[in-house]
């Protein structure tokens, strides 16, 4: 197959690059492909058989006073995307199109319902290409080797302050890039042969936690005393968009494709903490 991975230059792109070296794979970055130019999808897509789309606007907090900028990347150039590749087409997703007001993890078909401008943009993205054909792959809580990331800041803050303050009143799973890059890559495989039809997948770790958890788990595995991290609230860290209160996804569709849900979030973190480590 030949594959195209656009926003090939993130931190899940680089991870998929790494996925499928050996295969015959056009990876563009930012600078190479605009996915808002109708021309350059058009000609980009041609002659693929995979398209993932890992290409976003992803400040969260900048797409509240940007919103038609951040639609314009996570939305409309999306839907360019799904009218060009059609069921070749995995878009990956996010959490933040759900409403974090649920206590039990979201279902694959749950409806829409973004509390921020970030989620909505994300939201018609994943409309367009549904109604496509396409695939979706949500994920949430990412971090990886390549880019910023709450571990990642984690480890650098334990170098610089003696304790910690993070919030313990948001959940999720803690989901580590590489290991959702296999998933993303054994998904098109399984879509390849007929195993995964069409829709939406939660591309998530299994279990969750809270920021707080989280980064108690990186401090214990880091080696360092994860008591000198304190529990606190949201509100004392107030920011431009609201947050989904809990983002664990459910993993029902996985079934019958051949490809296995994420293991758990604190087995991922063991696996994935050498890379990561400073």
């Known amino acids: 197959m030949r594959w195209l991975i656009t926003g090939a230059g993130g931190m899940l792109g680089q991870d998929l690059r790494t996925v499928l070296a050996g295969s015959d794979v056009v990876a563009a970055r930012r600078a190479e492909l605009d996915i808002t130019d109708p021309a350059a999808v058009a000609s980009a897509v041609a002659g693929v058989d995979i398209v993932i789309n890992a290409a976003a606007w992803t400040n969260v907090d900048g797409a509240e006073s940007e919103e038609e900028a951040a639609t314009a990347v996570n939305g409309h150039a999306v839907g360019l995307l799904a009218a060009a590749a059609g069921k070749r087409l995995i878009h990956i997703s996010t ?79 803690p989901t580590w ?25 939660h591309g998530t770790a299994a279990g969750s936690t809270t920021w707080f958890g989280l980064a108690r788990a990186v401090f214990a595995e880091a080696g360092l005393d994860p008591e000198r991290v304190r529990p606190t609230t949201s509100d004392r860290f107030p920011r431009p968009a609201r947050r989904p209160a809990y983002s664990v996804l459910g993993h029902g569709r996985w079934s019958g494709t051949g490809v296995e849900p994420l293991p758990h979030w604190r087995s991922m973190l063991t696996e994935a903490l050498p890379t990561l480590l400073p």
């Open 95 to 173: 959490d933040y199109v759900f409403d974090g007001g649920a206590s039990t993890p979201y279902a694959e078909d749950t409806p829409q319902a973004p509390v921020n401008a970030y989620g909505r943009g994300k939201a018609a993205g994943e409309q367009a290409v549904l109604a496509a054909g396409g695939y979706v792959v949500r994920t949430a809580w990412l971090y990886g080797e390549h880019g910023p990331n709450f571990v990642r800041t984690m480890l650098k803050l334990a170098s610089e302050r003696e304790t910690l303050d993070v919030v313990d009143d948001q959940e999720g799973p």
């Open 177 to 201: 890039s590489f290991a959702l890059a296999q998933q993303i890559v054994a998904l098109a495989h399984a879509a390849s042969s007929g195993r995964a039809a069409p829709g939406a997948y």
